[in-house]
């Protein structure tokens, strides 16, 4: 029963790293009041240019460098849409993710060797070994948790920092001003372009590390579709955290947990189907909606920035 | 009978009349603000022409106009929301550039918006540090509250600095507005119409503070289009008139008449004729009818009163009390939690809006824009959209264009409607077109109930003349018209009896002529009718 426990944490946090990763890049985009639904574009994007990178270089670290800047790009070309042009968001998101599955896996067929006629493909490279932190490590059931990637380390960090710098410093404070009441906020100072521009790039390049995880460490290695519709996980798990980089956790492990139980039970020759199991998740976040569209109170605490996907200018009246 | 409206001018400064202090204007050798020659364009408009703005420190100085004078635009320029396209800002005798709301701050200059500037979601603490530019990357907060009370205190602004916009009256956010100016070090605060959502209450003191603050050498200039708060607030006035300054007055040198006449151009008629006419049957009657407001608390509550066809009765309260919800289960876009409606006898309570607006119910509602026109759609078929399901508009189910351009034309020339041809887009029309289109509508559609929410809102004199003549038109022809305003004036000049509404109550109903603004005043603040002569 411990063994099971124990490997079922491991796989949670393995495949909810990538989702926190996401999570946090897109909450800190929605909180300054940009929808970004090219999450899924960008996390295959990023997915294929780390991986390729780092078959070629050898550097984890350049593949990681290489994700955030790809994740930064898509998204600077959705802020510039969004923001400068004023397009419909949505649109604009939607356009990014098509163009980016489209194009991931193009580039799947071009950036390998030539010996595999530039296929990706089934290549081994270099990945994300885990590190075992001495003692820790061993502990029953939580030793799991010390026994990860630098990656998944980072994540433990990204959390409560994330949490921190949104509510309670001066920075975290005018993001969620913008993204609230983007009026207020430029009447009060705020260059509301700027904010705008700095954490959707910012956001983008979390969903890109959230991407290359997926190709370095988690499933190491590049295949068609590798996020398998992550990207739109995040956007519900968005929602269920209600725009809080803490609670990020809470749905990535509810999530990725899923994700460890189907294993099992896949291993040990269940009949239930699969589909159930990935319900689950979506279920929770509409649950998560109803409640927060039929409790005002609690919407207005946690609820979705009030401006989200609406564009600003100064002199519109 | 007939009602002056502003006969005793002194009478409609009441919330200010007897706290009024003249002070000795100090000339001091530069003034603290000098803007000169300030032009500002929008497509199709020239909001501002050549305008000059004078302020010395210690002063309050009134912009008075109509709406679109161009009050709010030449402010938004001076706080750095919009950009002036010509013209000079001398600060302190130095020229300055204000390119955005933070240059602005930093010259000292505050503006408190007409629609407040705070955020609902965060606490009034959150609210007041906002962009300050000297904050520390992590904010101490208990420092930030411990000087929000002290300032609180020295100002007599009681707020916590702990709770959320959201759950604050519209009074108290006023007081964060003021706080955030204060806790700035604004020396030049711009005031855009602030006494609109107060109490007479609430108005004097906010009288109280801008006089504080004056007294401590701060400047302040507030917009309006009130003649009695120019009197009470103000050292100085000047007056725009289509985006040009028409003139500029020592206050206590002029008198509201003067500047009534300036303001529009033209000299107004301060005066509706009502004639005596019978009352016919009960038209609507409510009894003990309580509803719900959007988060499912009470907003209604025992409410009980009849109008008689050829009534009006008019409806008071501060913004907030239970008028939207009235207006709303009246007209059939709420549903009540319990109580009566019967409208001509006949029980309508909970029916649809169509079942509502077959039984005779014209509405004028709050908000015009959402849902009194249909902005993408022509100046004609905004007129028709009341009665267009039935002949001569509809033959066999199908709409009659022609027939309805022609009720469309004679509309418009009946209510001299301002539009450029009838198939113009309503939203391109001014507020008072709209308003006169609105109310062209259901008036004609009216069939002896009219429910008016605020008509004459935001109008200019021109247009609230006419939309109240309207309304008393329509009285003496035999329609029941219940009318929800804020304008005592208003109220008192145009309705029969006053019901005052507070926390959703009725504290009382009386007749206008026994209505003195002391009374209303005292009810809109909770006092029942009852009470108040005691």
Not at chain 2, 482 to 497: M, Q, W
């Amino acid at each position: 029963m411990i063994e099971l426990i124990t490997s079922l944490m491991a796989i949670t946090l393995r495949s909810g790293a990538s989702l926190i990763y996401a999570t946090v890049g897109e909450i800190y985009t929605e909180r300054s009041g940009i929808l970004n639904l090219g999450i899924e574009g960008m996390m295959l994007m990023s997915a294929v240019t780390s991986f390729a990178t780092v078959y070629h270089t050898g550097s984890l670290f350049l593949g990681i460098l290489m994700a955030m800047l790809v994740g930064g790009a898509m998204a600077s070309i959705h802020a510039f849409l969004s923001i400068t042009m004023r397009a419909n968001q949505v649109v604009s998101g939607l356009s990014i993710t098509l163009f980016g599955s489209g194009m991931a896996s193009f580039l799947g067929q071009r950036l390998g060797p030539e010996s595999n006629k530039g296929y990706l493909v089934g290549l081994v490279g270099a990945k994300f070994e885990p590190i075992a932190i001495p003692f820790l490590s061993k502990l029953p059931i939580i030793g799991a948790i010390f026994n990860q990637d630098i990656l998944t380390y980072i994540v433990y960090l990204l959390l409560p920092a994330g949490w921190y710098y949104l509510y309670k410093t001066r920075n975290g404070l005018n993001l969620r001003a913008v993204g609230e009441n983007p009026q207020t906020a430029d009447a009060m100072g705020i260059n509301i372009a700027k904010v705008r521009y700095l954490y959707t790039i910012l956001g983008g390049m979390l969903v890109g590390i959230g991407g290359a995880h997926l190709s370095l460490s988690y499933a190491p290695g590049w295949t068609e579709n590798i996020t398998g519709g992550r990207g739109w996980i995040v956007i519900a798990l968005v929602i269920f955290s209600m725009w809080n980089p803490a609670r990020a956790v809470w749905g990535a492990i509810l999530f990725g947990g899923i994700n460890a139980v189907q294993f099992r039970l896949q291993a040990s020759g269940t009949t239930i189907p699969a589909a159930y199991l990935n319900m689950l998740p979506y279920l929770a976040t509409i649950f998560v909606l109803v409640i927060l569209t039929w409790w005002e109170a609690l919407s207005k605490r946690v609820g979705a920035p009030s401006a989200l996907a609406k564009s600003y200018m100064r002199e519109d009246k | 009978m007939i009602i002056s409206i502003c006969q005793p001018y002194a009478l409609c400064a009441w919330p200010f009349a007897n706290f009024c202090f003249r002070r000795e204007t100090k000339k001091v050798t530069t003034p603290i603000l000098d803007m000169k020659g300030i032009t500002k364009r929008f497509p199709n408009v020239v909001a501002n022409e050549n305008v000059d703005v004078e302020l010395y420190p210690g002063e309050v100085l009134a912009l008075l106009g109509e709406n679109g004078a161009g009050k709010s635009t030449l402010m938004n320029v001076l706080a750095g929301m919009y950009r002036a396209d010509a013209g000079e800002i001398f600060i302190r005798g130095k020229r300055v550039e204000i390119d955005s709301p933070r240059d602005a701050m930093r010259l000292g200059i505050g503006m408190i918006h007409q629609n407040f500037m705070l955020v609902d979601t965060m606490t009034v603490a959150e609210n007041i540090i906002l962009g300050l530019p000297d904050l520390p990357f992590v904010p101490n907060m208990v420092d930030v509250n411990g000087r929000i009370r002290q300032l609180s205190e020295r100002y007599n602004l009681q707020v916590d600095p702990d709770s959320r916009i959201w759950q604050l009256s519209v009074g108290e956010q006023q007081r964060v507005e003021i706080l955030k100016l204060i806790y700035r070090g604004a020396e030049i605060l711009i005031l855009d119409e602030p006494t609109a959502v107060l109490t007479p209450q609430e108005a004097k003191e906010l009288n109280g503070i801008l006089q504080q603050m004056t007294r401590e050498g701060k400047s302040a200039i507030f917009i309006t289009h009130k003649m009695e708060e120019v009197i009470a607030f103000s050292d100085w006035v000047r007056v725009l008139n289509k985006g040009r300054l028409v003139t500029v007055k020592q206050t206590n040198r002029t008198n509201p008449q003067e500047l009534a006449r300036l303001m529009v151009g033209r000299d107004v008629l301060f005066r509706l004729e009502k004639k005596d006419h019978d009352l016919g049957d009960v038209a609507l009657e409510l009894t003990d009818v309580s509803a719900n407001n959007d988060k499912g608390l009470p907003a209604l509550q025992g409410i009980s009163f009849r109008i008689h066809s050829g009534e009006i009765l008019g409806v008071a309260g501060v913004a907030g009390n239970g008028q939207k919800q009235l207006v709303e289960i009246l007209t059939g876009l709420r549903n009540v939690s319990g109580g009566k409606i019967r409208i001509f006898n006949e029980d309508k309570t909970n029916k649809s809006p169509l079942e509502i607006i077959n039984s005779g119910v014209s509405h004028i509602p709050a908000d015009r824009i959402a849902r009194g026109v249909a902005g993408d759609m022509s100046v004609a078929n905004n007129l028709a959209m009341k009665c267009y399901r039935k002949p001569p508009l509809v033959r066999k189910g199908f709409l009659h264009p022609a027939r309805i351009l022609d009720l469309a034309r004679r509309m418009i020339d009946l209510f001299s409607i301002d539009t450029p041809t009838p198939q113009t887009h309503a939203k391109f029309l001014s507020g008072g077109n709209i308003q006169k289109t609105i109310l062209a509508r259901e008036i004609d559609a009216c069939r002896g109930l009219l429910i008016a929410a605020y008509p004459a809102r935001g109008l200019d004199v021109g247009a609230t003349e006419f939309v109240r003549k309207q309304m008393i038109a329509q009285s003496e022809a035999g329609t029941a018209i219940l009318l929800v305003s804020e304008d005592l004036e208003e109220l008192v000049g145009v309705a029969d009896n006053i019901a005052v509404l507070f926390e959703g109550k009725v504290m009382g109903i009386l007749p206008s002529n026994k209505a003195d603004t002391e009374k209303l005043g005292m009810m809109m603040a909770g006092v029942k009718l009852e009470e108040t002569t005691a």
